[in-house]
């Protein structure tokens, strides 16, 4: 395969992988609170909101080879981004959380010893590494 034609085709792999992040992540949520019984808190919630819709963003972005998605997905994984990232320092610092009935700095569950907020984290945090390297590649 010649030098151009392999250049063509990083961006579009590049989003789908952002999209395989993006799916793993939604799969693996509503299999713990599906699957396992596990009560999000509001932060998850929030999270959710932020990560679901990235799925439909990114495979779309990906099928169509458009990198200029990245000013669609920013807008979504940068405030998920923060939001995991607010709520992995509220576990590690156990300052209570008054949202909702199911308190945020409760540890449910854990995967590879990172509690559900870490992983979302991670997931927001490559999504958005995925997009913006995506977006600066030549097609």
Do not use: D, K
């Not at 085709?9 to 396992?36: D, I, Q």
């Not at 920013?74 to 199911?102: E, F, K, N």
């Amino acid at each position: 395969m010649s030098e151009a034609r392999r250049v063509s085709h990083r961006p579009r792999l590049l989003l789908t992988a952002a999209t395989v992040v993006a799916t793993v992540a939604t799969a693996g949520s509503l299999y713990l609170s599906l699957g396992l019984g596990l009560t999000p808190c509001r932060l998850c919630w929030y999270q959710r909101i932020l990560m679901y819709p990235m799925v439909v963003v990114l495979g779309v972005a990906a099928v169509e080879n458009r990198p200029g998605v990245v000013r669609t997905a920013l807008p979504l994984s940068v405030p998920g981004g923060a939001i995991a990232a607010y709520h992995s320092w509220l576990q590690v610092s156990q300052t209570t959380c008054g949202l909702g009935a199911v308190s945020c700095t409760q540890i449910q569950y854990r995967v590879l010893g990172l509690t559900v907020p870490n992983l979302s984290l991670v997931a927001f945090l490559l999504a958005t590494g995925l997009v913006v390297v995506a977006s600066t590649v030549r097609s």
